[in-house]
């Protein structure tokens, strides 16, 4: 943890391994601190005692922070009507254009929004901003119904 994360012993109130699922919990005491995950991109390196290496995911527990892909939605929508109709799912800390992959000749936003979120609830599939009617994906969504929005 340290080595990868810089985490402090300070820092850290609990550690909870899950060998079967093969996931470590790790609670701070400065939610604050969950910088940790813009810094490794949500990934790290882990040295097993064989030393043999291991990506890992770093995410917060519960509904966490994810990165929310919104597509369909019309360019000229601002930032700021993004923040507030995602607001109702969760804290938004971040609004940005997703760009075309750099083998493109241009290097230019290509229409999907990407909004960093702390999850307070699950986003429906599909949902409406600013009349427009965009589809949205996370990783661990449930799938909802396009008409009624509900799993299942």
Not at 90 to 100: I, M, N, P
Not at 119 to 140: D, F, Q
Request: a neutral charge; aromatic letters at 8%.
């Amino acid at each position: 943890m340290y080595e990868q994360l810089r985490i402090e012993d300070n820092e850290v109130l609990m550690v909870q391994i899950d060998g079967p699922q093969r996931l470590v919990y790790i609670k701070l005491h400065d939610s604050n601190r969950l910088q940790v995950l813009h810094l490794t991109g949500g990934q790290a390196e882990y040295r097993n005692a064989n030393g043999e290496i291991s990506m890992v995911r770093v995410e917060t527990a519960g509904l966490g922070t994810r990165w929310v892909r919104i597509a369909n939605l019309h360019p000229e929508v601002s930032e700021e009507v993004i923040r507030t109709t995602m607001a109702r799912y969760g804290e938004v800390k971040d609004v940005q254009a997703e760009t075309w992959a750099r083998f493109y000749r241009y290097n230019v936003p290509n229409g999907v929004r990407i909004a960093v979120m702390t999850l307070a609830k699950h986003i429906p599939s599909n949902i409406t901003i600013a009349g427009h009617r965009v589809l949205v994906s996370y990783e661990r969504q449930p799938m909802t119904c396009y008409r009624c929005h509900e799993t299942g």
